[in-house]
Nanobody
Framework: QLQLVESGGGSVQPGGSLTLSCAAS????????IGWFRQAPGKEPEGVSC???????NYADSVKGRFTISRDNAKKAVYLQMNSLKPEDTAVYYC???????????????WGQGTQVTVSS
């Protein structure tokens, strides 16, 4: 079974940068769409970015031009480079792996435990 572990969170000043990593074990990531989600205190979860198995990417409007998602299937890892961070980026960031299991006619979703990102002066 796929397991995901996020790392790289921390505290930075506005305008700073962080790179989040999502490391997988138990399976390869090749077939999965990998997404980054975040949840700020008192707010609904928000999709931040995703990358498909063919490398195509998508970003929330709030992070376009500042965040970059990438994947390294050989290392079974996905990264989220975050630049020009703003206080409103403060949240717990979660990694999600999503795939369609055609053998069982179902979608599979796996989540990491999350990593805290705090942007504050």
């Amino acid at each position: 079974q796929l397991q995901l572990v996020e790392s790289g969170g921390g505290s930075v000043q506005p305008g700073g940068s962080l790179t989040l990593s999502c490391a997988a074990s138990g399976s390869t990531l090749d077939s999965y769409v990998i997404g980054w989600f975040r949840q700020a205190p008192g707010k609904e979860p928000e999709g931040v970015s995703c990358i498909s198995s063919d490398g195509s990417t998508n970003y929330a409007d709030s992070v376009k031009g500042r965040f970059t998602i990438s994947r390294d299937n050989a290392k079974k890892a996905v990264y989220l480079q975050m630049n020009s961070l703003k206080p409103e980026d403060t949240a717990v960031y979660y990694c999600n792996a999503h795939v369609y299991d055609g053998s069982h006619l179902r979608f599979l979703d796996y989540w990491g435990q999350g990593t805290q990102v705090t942007v504050s002066s």
